[in-house]
């Protein structure tokens, strides 16, 4: 069956840039999938292209000034903001990201946004180097840290000539999005996830420290994944390679103790686990408070075990399972060899439900990338295995396979009440 928007309203922002002419497209495919779509179009964006066009597509009037009001029962500007089940701007330009991350209110637009309480979707669009700038980042990360989504900017040619990152997501890109938020599955929603991503650092001194070659990426398309499917997300990242994705509550931590500390503290609020974090078994054992200096030929480090995030999780649960709902918990597995083994046997010793487990060693399965290798087991052994895919889209099968599992054990998640209820 078809997705639908059939009885939700969606008000479509087009501000002044380039951009402009995809938000017709935009605007079209809402409209066949049968939402109610009310336009509102900045100044600049009426000199990229016409309102008329936008009308005609629409089927309604285009809001282009705040003191424009045609219906004299109602202020224009609230009313389209009450009624509104998502807003939705595209292309969102850094003079709109910046008035909203600031609270400006001086158009038919800024005025809209300040006064819905719907979901707020951005799909920024400029030059490279304007949404690198510190200014245009940081009001990305306010917005972000209050619930603003984002469809995330493509890479490419832009109309300025440079080759780079600023180019909006292609339509028919944020037309999925948008179903995801108004009518796909939402089975963790009122559920409460956290999860670990990154790889732990343990300092030698102020200047060193001993790391892997964990990005980050997997932890990050599973919590992307679970904030899509309606669960509350907390993320724990250690070192990573890129910022966290939009819309879920983030804990920085460095060490393996940071981390253990962090994660221990959220269990008894916590539905899902899901330990993705690379954390280092061994640290110094002594940290020295300045920076060595060179000395003798050779240096012998003295390591000492780590605490065991896992295991602690593990014994947790444990402890907890008979007094109620304990959480569903997924490891992973970075493995280079023998690698079912070495996964069943983490699996029962740390009490998982579930193990991802990867060959590191396999081109695309490794650390860094994009894609991922993985096989997963349950206490009956092989459960799935995912060929290379996308770390996104081995995240939604991870879930997939996590919900079934769970419901199975305790009964339907959507809604649920779960440890932290």
Not at 59 to 70: G, I, L, M, W
Not at 220 to 241: I, M
Not at 359 to 384: C, H, K, M, P, R
Request: charged share 20%; hydrophobic share 45%.
């Amino acid at each position: 069956m078809s997705p639908t928007l059939t009885g939700k309203t969606i008000v479509l922002g087009i501000t002044g840039g380039i951009a402009a002419y995809k938000a017709a497209t935009l605007c079209s495919r809402l409209v066949g999938l049968g939402a109610e779509v009310r336009v509102i179009m900045t100044e600049g964006a009426t000199k990229f292209i016409a309102p008329l066009t936008l009308q005609t597509l629409s089927r309604h009037p285009v809001a282009t000034d705040v003191f424009d009001e045609r219906d004299a029962s109602v202020v224009q500007h609230i009313d389209w903001a009450d009624a509104a089940d998502l807003v939705i701007v595209a292309p969102a330009t850094a003079n709109l990201i910046g008035k909203l991350a600031h609270g400006i209110a001086d158009d038919m637009l800024s005025t809209t946004l300040l006064a819905t309480t719907a979901p707020v979707l951005v799909a920024p669009a400029m030059n490279v180097h304007m949404l690198a700038h510190p200014a245009v980042q940081i009001n990305l990360d306010t917005l972000a840290r209050r619930g603003v989504r984002f469809v995330e900017s493509g890479t490419g040619q832009l109309a300025c000539g440079y080759v780079g990152k600023g180019r909006l997501a292609e339509p028919d890109e944020i037309v999925s999005v948008i179903v995801e938020l108004l009518a796909g599955p939402r089975p963790l929603a009122g559920r409460r996830v956290l999860i670990t991503a990154g790889g732990t650092i343990e300092r030698l001194d102020p200047v060193r420290y001993i790391t892997n070659d964990s990005s980050g990426k997997m932890g990050f398309a599973l919590a992307e994944s679970a904030r899509g499917l309606g669960a509350d997300v907390t993320l724990v990242c250690a070192r990573t390679d890129g910022p966290p994705p939009p819309g879920v509550t983030v804990v920085y931590t460095e060490s393996a103790a940071d981390m253990h500390e962090a994660v221990l503290a959220r269990m008894p609020t916590t539905d899902f686990v899901v330990k993705a974090a690379a954390v280092a078994d061994y640290r110094p054992a002594q940290r020295q408070p300045s920076k060595m200096k060179k000395g003798a030929e050779r240096m012998t480090l003295e390591l000492v075990r780590n605490p065991d995030i896992l295991q602690a999780i593990g014994d947790w649960k444990a402890r907890v399972a008979g007094n109620g709902p304990a959480p569903f918990v997924i490891g992973f597995a970075a493995e280079t060899d023998d690698t079912e083994r070495h996964a069943m046997d983490k699996l029962k010793r740390k009490r998982c439900d579930l193990i991802v487990a990867n060959d590191v060693s396999q081109a695309g399965a490794g650390f860094g990338t994009d894609t991922n290798i993985v096989s997963v087991y349950g206490e009956e052994g092989l459960v799935a295995a995912l060929p290379l895919q996308s770390k996104r889209a081995v995240a939604d099968r991870i879930w997939e396979l996590a919900i079934a599992r769970a419901e199975r054990r305790d009964g339907p998640t959507d809604g649920g009440k779960g440890p932290g209820a």
